[in-house]
């Protein structure tokens, strides 16, 4: 009897896993429409809607922290709603990531640092690599910043927020045969 609990309860974990994942890709689907059609209001509202019908699903926690960020909303809730996402999975790599850049935008760059250090071991996605290139280069790094951009190109995800962090800086991105110089 206490096996099929166990059971139970690990299928239900498993299914929550699997819910709270699918959601994260439908919040990253939907913020990157609303980014295209330029109406972060509405990727907002429906993120809002989201927490509020799983209040216990750090992805969508993640997700609207993240949008509003991203959209220079209200820095306090945002770094709230992150805090309180990786409270909840502090081993997402999506969700460290997002601590750190609040941590950035908070002005607080060497408390960024390990969780987007963190983020970029995990999964190194080219706008994480854009996010630890950028606190990396503000605490005076820029050697190891231009490595983790380049490294970012060679990845294919959302090069856009890359290239864009690239060019705030003035560096233009290498052509991938020549990224092995230094």
């Given at each position: 009897a206490n096996m099929?609990?166990?059971l139970r309860i690990k299928?239900?974990?498993?299914?929550?896993m699997f819910e709270s994942r699918r959601l994260g890709d439908i919040n990253?689907?939907?913020?990157?429409?609303?980014?295209k059609l330029n109406q972060p209001g509405k990727a907002i509202a429906d993120l809002r809607r989201v927490v509020?019908?799983?209040?216990?699903?750090?992805?969508?926690w993640n997700a609207l922290g993240y949008t509003l960020l991203s959209n220079g909303k209200d820095l306090d809730e945002a770094f709230k709603m992150v805090q309180m996402a990786y409270q909840m999975d502090p081993e997402s790599a999506a969700i460290n990531d997002s601590v750190g850049w609040a941590y950035y935008l908070k002005s607080d760059a060497q408390m960024a640092l390990p969780y987007i250090q963190y983020a970029y071991g995990k999964e190194p996605e080219a706008e994480v690599a854009a996010h630890l290139g950028e606190v990396l280069w503000t605490l005076g790094d820029q050697d190891k910043a231009k490595e983790i951009w380049n490294d970012g190109l060679k990845r294919g995800s959302n090069l856009r927020v890359l290239k864009e962090t690239m060019s705030k800086f003035g560096i233009t991105p290498s052509k991938p045969h020549t990224q092995k110089h230094k």
């Open positions: 099929r609990i166990d299928n239900r974990h498993l299914d929550f990253r689907c939907n913020r990157g429409l609303y980014e509020e019908l799983y209040p216990d699903n750090p992805h969508g």
